[in-house]
């Protein structure tokens, strides 16, 4: 079985496109018909994310954490514990392509690093803020980003590395550090396409929107 391990903070303007991109990935004709499980786990939502999950075919758990460290290590333990050899992550606000399972599982590899692509950037983010982004971002095979957004790990290597750690921010760098220091084969791979989300509201701080932020502070 094979598990996709989605947070959700918040994000009912968003999540129904997330779980709709995520349902076409478990189907493909690529995964020879392995079953796949997806999980949504809520942390601390106040708005109307819990309905939204509640009307797909998904898994959920409620937890009041605002950690997503916290989150990810609880939706992990809850895919692994249900037999899932593969813990695909993304976010909420992020759609996965119809073969993202495929080409991560395709790679071979202990885990995958995938890339993003950027959504439609916000009217509030200047031309000037998207040309620095597109000169710092390395698009293609061989990069050395990590986005819990298109991260992918296999279940003995992720039990190898201790998990995801309880980190308000920055849990899937520290997972594939520790998967590097365990001497796990990782994938740093553009083939895996998530296209997320350009806001500036961060849901974690530190995370990737404060990332786009600061780009636009230095204009």
Same mark, same amino acid.
């Given at each position: 079985?094979?598990?996709?391990? /989605?947070?959700?903070?918040?994000?009912?303007?968003?999540?129904?496109?997330?779980?709709?991109?995520?349902?076409?990935?478990?189907?493909?004709?690529?995964?020879?018909?392995?079953?796949?499980? /997806?999980?949504?786990?809520?942390?601390?939502?106040?708005?109307?994310?819990? *309905?939204?999950?509640?009307?797909?075919?998904? !898994?959920?758990?409620?937890? !009041?954490?605002?950690?997503?460290?916290?989150?990810?290590?609880?939706?992990?333990?809850?895919?692994?514990?249900?037999?899932?050899?593969?813990?695909?992550?993304?976010?909420?606000?992020?759609?996965?392509?119809?073969?993202?399972?495929?080409?991560?599982?395709?790679?071979?590899?202990?885990?995958?690093?995938?890339?993003?692509?950027?959504?439609?950037?916000?009217?509030?983010?200047?031309?000037?803020? !998207? /040309?620095?982004?597109?000169?710092?971002?390395?698009?293609?095979?061989?990069?050395?980003?990590?986005?819990?957004?298109?991260?992918?790990?296999? *279940?003995?290597?992720?039990?190898? *590395?201790?998990?995801?750690?309880?980190?308000?921010?920055?849990?899937?760098?520290?997972?594939?550090?520790?998967?590097?220091?365990?001497?796990?084969? /990782?994938?740093?791979?553009?083939?895996?396409?998530?296209?997320?989300?350009?806001?500036?509201?961060?849901?974690?701080?530190?995370?990737?929107?404060?990332?786009?932020?600061?780009?636009?502070?230095?204009?």
């Amino acid at each position: 079985m094979i598990g996709i391990l /989605i947070p959700v903070h918040n994000e009912e303007t968003l999540l129904a496109d997330c779980l709709d991109a995520a349902l076409i990935a478990a189907r493909h004709p690529g995964l020879l018909g392995e079953p796949v499980q /997806i999980l949504v786990v809520l942390d601390s939502c106040s708005d109307g994310s819990a *309905a939204i999950a509640q009307a797909y075919p998904v !898994q959920r758990l409620e937890l !009041q954490a605002r950690n997503v460290g916290q989150v990810r290590g609880a939706g992990a333990r809850h895919l692994l514990n249900q037999g899932a050899r593969w813990i695909a992550c993304t976010d909420a606000d992020s759609r996965v392509a119809p073969d993202w399972l495929v080409a991560q599982l395709a790679l071979g590899s202990d885990a995958v690093c995938g890339t993003v692509t950027v959504d439609a950037w916000s009217e509030g983010f200047d031309p000037a803020a !998207q /040309i620095r982004y597109h000169q710092g971002y390395e698009a293609r095979d061989g990069h050395r980003h990590i986005h819990g957004a298109n991260l992918g790990v296999s *279940a003995g290597a992720y039990i190898r *590395a201790g998990g995801f750690e309880p980190l308000a921010c920055h849990e899937d760098v520290q997972l594939v550090r520790n998967l590097e220091r365990c001497g796990a084969s /990782i994938a740093w791979s553009h083939g895996p396409q998530v296209v997320t989300s350009a806001r500036l509201e961060a849901r974690a701080e530190g995370g990737f929107g404060d990332y786009l932020k600061s780009l636009l502070q230095a204009s």
